[in-house]
T-cell receptor
Framework: DTGVSQDPRHKITKRGQNVTFRCDPISEHNRLYWYRQTLGQGPEFLTYFQNEAQLEKSRLLSDRFSAERPKGSFSTLEIQRTEQGDSAMYLC???????????FGPGTRLLVL | QKEVEQDPGPLSVPEGAIVSLNCTYSNSAFQYFMWYRQYSRKGPELLMYTYSSGNKEDGRFTAQVDKSSKYISLFIRDSQPSDSATYLCAMSRSGNTGKLIFGQGTTLQVKP
């Protein structure tokens, strides 16, 4: 399968714990995006990378959230001191520079108890 | 007020019906318009991608953009039960940079 992959697919954690999600984009896609989707809503933009550079961050991305793409390939999204309000589906997407079409992964569903 | 408004439905139609899904938006800077389909507990799948105003057809799907009215539509002809999903409109200011702004999504059920 050459699509966007995300790991884990599901994560249950207790409030206050740290969690980390991984996204592997489509090979050769230099742009990588993170979105968050809550039940009954459309995805909301969190941040995006062009290669290893983080070019834009949403106001939704509080200080507890950090994203990295150290070698311009896979990316990680870490949430520190999780809160119940962080429960959501975290979606990753990738695209090429010359073509803005964003392809989404299956998402990581987070539940904070 | 949200930048992109979409009626959440749910919308229920019989198999074979023509389905019309719509979004309105407020920001005239949007230039690129997309429709994604999302099955339950899955990631969004791109259906249609259009630039500026006009129509685009792909099989049973037709996307329309009316920038003067800030209104976009997706038509599904000969709807099938397998079309049952949530349909998300999305748009961006630029075709090759940055974030997509999504509507809330419309849930469609096609009954056999």
């Amino acid at each position: 399968d050459t699509g966007v992959s995300q790991d884990p697919r599901h994560k249950i954690t207790k409030r206050g714990q740290n969690v980390t999600f991984r996204c592997d984009p489509i090979s050769e896609h230099n742009r990588l995006y993170w979105y968050r989707q809550t039940l009954g809503q459309g995805p909301e933009f969190l941040t995006y990378f062009q290669n290893e550079a983080q070019l834009e961050k949403s106001r939704l991305l509080s200080d507890r959230f950090s994203a990295e793409r150290p070698k311009g390939s896979f990316s990680t999204l870490e949430i520190q001191r999780t809160e119940q309000g962080d429960s959501a589906m975290y979606l990753c997407a990738s695209s090429l520079d010359r073509d803005g079409t964003q392809y989404f992964g299956p998402g990581t569903r987070l539940l904070v108890l | 007020q949200k930048e992109v408004e979409q009626d959440p439905g749910p919308l229920s139609v019989p198999e074979g019906a023509i389905v019309s899904l719509n979004c309105t938006y407020s920001n005239s800077a949007f230039q690129y318009f997309m429709w994604y389909r999302q099955y339950s507990r899955k990631g969004p799948e791109l259906l249609m991608y259009t630039y500026s105003s006009g129509n685009k057809e792909d099989g049973r799907f037709t996307a329309q953009v009316d920038k003067s009215s800030k209104y976009i539509s997706l038509f599904i002809r000969d709807s099938q039960p397998s079309d049952s999903a949530t349909y998300l409109c999305a748009m961006s200011r630029s075709g090759n940079t940055g974030k997509l702004i999504f509507g809330q999504g419309t849930t469609l059920q096609v009954k056999p």
